[in-house]
T-cell receptor
Framework: KNEVEQSPQNLTAQEGEFITINCSYSVGISALHWLQQHPGGGIVSLFMLSSGKKKHGRLIATINIQEKHSSLHITASHPRDSAVYICAAPYSGGGADGLTFGKGTHLIIQP | ETGVTQTPRHLVMGMTNKKSLKCEQHLGHNAMYWYKQSAKKPLELMFVYSLEERVENNSVPSRFSPECPNSSHLFLHLHTLQPEDSALYLC???????????FGPGTRLTVT
């Protein structure tokens, strides 16, 4: 089973700050997922990436396949970015299965 | 409706009850998943279906029984559950097994 570790577990920042959340995994993968979970439970997929970097609005995700490491960055953070951010990788690396998840980073952006 | 829907959104059941959770996806996807999220724990994979065939059963107790009658519907049948089974149960779908996953809103289950 792929082991996924995230850091930090909790992060409180001021509005406008640049945010970085880190993720590492133990088994080589085909793609890594970043998800966002709001209070109440709803989960939204932010990125699925297998190499390099992806950008969507103020969110940027990068991955280093050799180092088995990914980062999620938020530029010009805003209180509406407050949520739990979850990193996920294929359960067994690249096989025909679902995802295994990190514990999540609970992000609070204060006005 | 669009996306992935789940019913009911909340369920309270006794340990001797039998109930079912329903998931429906309107995205034309071929893979569907059940995940469990317990308090203070990461999401856990329970079952994976691809083209209506189960491809993964992640050591889930037999009191949870999945059913996928077609590529748009997924059920989780529950019987003789334990209080520790209280959790948020999330359904997801993807176009193919390793594709981007779309999640339903979840069913909040409480076992009394």
């Amino acid at each position: 089973k792929n082991e996924v570790e995230q850091s930090p577990q909790n992060l409180t920042a001021q509005e406008g700050e640049f945010i970085t959340i880190n993720c590492s995994y133990s088994v080589g993968i085909s793609a890594l997922h970043w998800l966002q979970q709001h209070p109440g439970g709803g989960i939204v997929s932010l990125f699925m990436l297998s190499s390099g970097k992806k950008k969507h609005g103020r969110l940027i995700a990068t991955i280093n396949i050799q180092e088995k490491h990914s980062s999620l960055h938020i530029t010009a953070s805003h209180p509406r970015d407050s949520a739990v951010y979850i990193c996920a990788a294929p359960y067994s690396g690249g096989g025909a299965d679902g995802l295994t998840f990190g514990k999540g980073t609970h992000l609070i952006i204060q006005p | 409706e669009t996306g992935v829907t789940q019913t009911p959104r909340h369920l309270v059941m006794g340990m001797t009850n039998k109930k079912s959770l329903k998931c429906e996806q309107h995205l034309g996807h071929n893979a569907m998943y059940w995940y469990k999220q317990s308090a203070k724990k990461p999401l856990e994979l329970m079952f994976v279906y691809s083209l209506e065939e189960r491809v993964e059963n992640n050591s889930v107790p037999s009191r949870f029984s999945p059913e996928c009658p077609n590529s748009s519907h997924l059920f989780l049948h529950l019987h003789t559950l334990q209080p520790e089974d209280s959790a948020l149960y999330l359904c997801a779908s993807s176009q193919f097994i390793q594709g981007e996953q779309y999640f339903g809103p979840g069913t909040r289950l409480t076992v009394t």
